[in-house]
C-alpha cells in the first residue's frame, strides 16, 4: 500500500484537576469552554477553576455574560496587574484551594452560591493512544 500522505488520529484524553467531585459533574455544573457553553449559563454565577494560563482569560470572556463571578485560584499566584484588571471588571478571587466539589439533593453544584463552574481541561494525546491500543488490541 502506498500513500502520499498519512494521518493518524489517536484522539484526546481530557485531563481534569484533581479535585474530588469534579469529574462526577463534569456536562451538568462543570463546563469546559466559555465559547461552547456560555450562553447556556449566562446571566447565572459562574465559577472559573484554575487549571492553567488560559482561565484568567476564560474568567474575563465569562465576565461578558454573567455579573456574578467567582475565580477560584487554586493556589496559583497572580500577578498585580491581572488581580488589579480582575478587580475592574468585579470578578470575586478566592485563594484557599478547591476542596471538593459537592451535589445539593438534585445532583446540582452545592456549597457555593455558584451554579455552573468552567474546568477547562488539559489534554493529553499520549494517554488516548495507548487507551486506543489497549481496546484494539
Do not use: K
Not at 484554575?50 to 474568567?59: I, K, M, R
Not at 476542596?99 to 455552573?116: K, T
Amino acid at each position: 500500500m502506498t500513500a502520499r500522505r498519512v494521518l493518524v488520529a489517536t484522539g484526546l484524553r481530557d485531563v481534569l484537576p484533581e479535585v474530588p467531585g469534579l469529574a462526577g459533574h463534569r456536562g451538568h455544573g462543570v463546563v469546559h469552554c466559555p465559547y461552547c457553553h456560555g450562553w447556556e449559563v449566562r446571566d447565572e454565577p459562574i465559577g472559573i477553576l484554575a487549571t492553567g494560563p488560559a482561565s484568567v482569560h476564560h474568567a474575563w470572556v465569562f465576565r461578558r455574560l454573567t455579573d456574578d463571578l467567582t475565580y477560584f485560584t487554586r493556589g496559583t499566584e497572580l500577578d498585580a496587574d491581572t488581580r488589579a484588571r480582575s478587580a475592574a471588571r468585579h470578578i470575586r478571587v478566592i485563594e484557599p484551594p478547591v476542596q471538593e466539589v459537592v451535589n445539593d439533593e438534585g445532583g446540582a453544584l452545592a456549597g457555593s452560591h455558584i451554579n455552573a463552574l468552567l474546568a477547562a481541561p488539559d489534554t493529553d494525546a499520549a494517554r488516548a493512544a495507548a487507551q486506543s491500543e489497549n481496546t484494539t488490541a
